[in-house]
T-cell receptor, first 115, second 112 residues
Framework: DAGITQSPRHKVTETGTPVTLRCHQT?????MYWYRQDPGHGLRLIHY???????DKGEVSDGYSVSRSKTEDFLLTLESATSSQTSVYFC??????????????FGAGTRLSVL | AQSVTQLGSHVSVSEGALVLLRCNYS??????LFWYVQYPNQGLQLLLK??????LVKGINGFEAEFKKSETSFHLTKPSAHMSDAAEYFC??????????FGTGTSLTVIP
């Protein structure tokens, strides 16, 4: 398995509270991604990063922010959690967007419940 | 815009039978296509990918997929299902490689 650690693995929080999820990698890959997985929707990209301090939005970025101050860490923050953000969140990493090298490796996921 | 459609959210096959999971894509440029597998409470693992070249792609665990441009399809097959193949399977498409678009997934059940 690629060296990807997501923390926490499970979290229950209340509506309106801020929440930060962490993704830590030991592969020194340049690209990191945050997805959410919901029944009937598959995986949808929230944000991604293409280098330290370089990030961009995905298709479902509203209500989320990210930060990457080090190559190995990519943080996802829910500024004010809502029940619609109850989901399973996956971090992924890849070496390069060049397709020959673009294999995305996924973490084990964080299950977030917003009550 | 790109999108992926996986026909059949649930597929059941008998052990030893052919597995066929369907994926159709929409892309304005030549696509890169992927199949991932997800076992319960785990992240996704790459099964196989098509970039360029040979349209029949072989992956891990005996799976293969064929890129058919005329049909905009990338169906996943395995000649003989094994109990360990029970999982959720996702098809994905990308053009630039920066963003992947995933299908909604197909849950495969293998009946002994």
């Amino acid at each position: 398995d690629a060296g990807i650690t997501q923390s926490p693995r499970h979290k229950v929080t209340e509506t309106g509270t801020p929440v930060t999820l962490r993704c830590h990698q030991t592969e020194n890959h340049r690209y990191m991604y945050w997805y959410r997985q919901d029944p009937g929707h598959g995986l949808r990209l929230i944000h991604y990063s293409y280098g330290v301090k370089d990030t961009d939005k995905g298709e479902v970025s509203d209500g989320y922010s990210v930060s990457r101050s080090k190559t190995e860490d990519f943080l996802l923050t829910l500024e004010s959690a809502t029940s619609s953000q109850t989901s399973v969140y996956f971090c992924a990493i890849s070496e390069s967007p060049m397709v020959a090298k673009n294999i995305q490796y996924f973490g084990a996921g964080t299950r977030l419940s917003v009550l | 815009a790109q999108s992926v459609t996986q026909l059949g959210s649930h597929v059941s096959v008998s052990e030893g039978a052919l597995v066929l999971l369907r994926c159709n894509y929409s892309s304005s440029v030549p696509p890169y296509l992927f199949w991932y597998v997800q076992y319960p409470n785990q992240g996704l693992q790459l099964l196989l990918k098509y970039t360029t070249g040979a349209t029949l792609v072989k992956g891990i665990n005996g799976f293969e997929a064929e890129f058919k441009k005329s049909e905009t399809s990338f169906h996943l097959t395995k000649p003989s299902a094994h109990m360990s193949d029970a999982a959720e399977y996702f098809c994905a498409v990308s053009d630039t490689g920066n963003q992947f678009y995933f299908g909604t997934g197909t849950s495969l059940t293998v009946i002994p």
